[in-house]
């Protein structure tokens, strides 16, 4: 069964490092999401993605973001200067065509010291 | 705003008892609704969606879930609860299909034998 893959799958970065998370959405997808789950809270909306663009983003998504499909199968997150609050489980995401449910990848948790 | 409140933290239920994970949504239109599973150190599995038509939907390991519009609601439920159903269970609502996706705080389950 196709499914949405994520590496890696533990980070460790120290402040003000750039970082950059990698998925692959499963293959014939088309819109491509980021959420993230701080330790203990819920899962958040950072960002989608749909035909090279963002289409829609939350307000966690500031100018130390930005998301790149940079070929036909990956999809990243880079997150610029890591701040000790980017401390979080980062959950990549696919779906077929909009209104299509979504998939989930494992995850990458990422670590701030 | 859209908003998703779970309002069980934990849940602890004996194999083999019936279960049922409250969900209560805010918002202004008929939703997206879906159920997502969470197990440990894995992402997150869709259960089931609401889109439209009949109110009571059934998704995959023998679960079902309700819709009712008049308590805006979206119970989960399944009649038997085996160990291996010990988990995170998220609630999550769309504004439209494809967009992102506003999740609970999440009801953690627990099994006892």
């Known amino acids: 069964e196709p499914e949405v893959t994520q590496t890696p799958s533990h980070q460790v970065t120290q402040m003000g490092q750039e970082v950059i998370l990698r998925c692959v959405p499963i293959s014939n997808h088309l819109y491509f999401y980021w959420y993230r789950q701080i330790l203990g809270q819920k899962v958040e909306f950072l960002v989608s993605f749909y035909n090279n663009e963002i289409s829609e983003k939350s307000e966690i998504f500031d100018d130390q973001f930005s998301v790149e499909r940079p070929d036909g199968s990956n999809f990243t997150l880079k997150i610029r200067s890591t701040k000790l609050e980017d401390s979080a489980m980062y959950f990549c995401?696919?779906?077929?065509?909009?209104?299509?449910?979504?998939?989930f990848g494992p995850g990458t948790r990422l670590t701030v010291t | 705003a859209q908003s998703v409140t779970q309002p069980d933290i934990h849940i602890t239920v004996s194999e083999g008892a019936s279960l049922e994970l409250r969900c209560n949504y805010s918002?202004?239109?008929?939703?997206?609704l879906f159920w997502y599973v969470q197990s440990p150190g894995q992402g997150l599995q869709l259960l089931l969606k609401y889109f439209s038509g009949d109110t009571l939907v059934q998704g995959i390991k023998g679960f079902e879930a309700e819709f009712k519009r008049s308590q805006s609601s979206f119970n989960l439920r399944k009649p038997s609860v085996h160990w291996s159903d010990a988990a995170e269970y998220f609630c999550a609502v769309g504004a439209k299909a494809g967009t992102a996706l506003i999740f609970g705080k999440g009801t953690t389950l627990s099994v006892s034998s």
């Open positions: 995401a696919s779906s077929e065509v909009q209104g299509g449910e979504q998939y």
């Open positions: 918002y202004g239109a008929t939703p997206y």
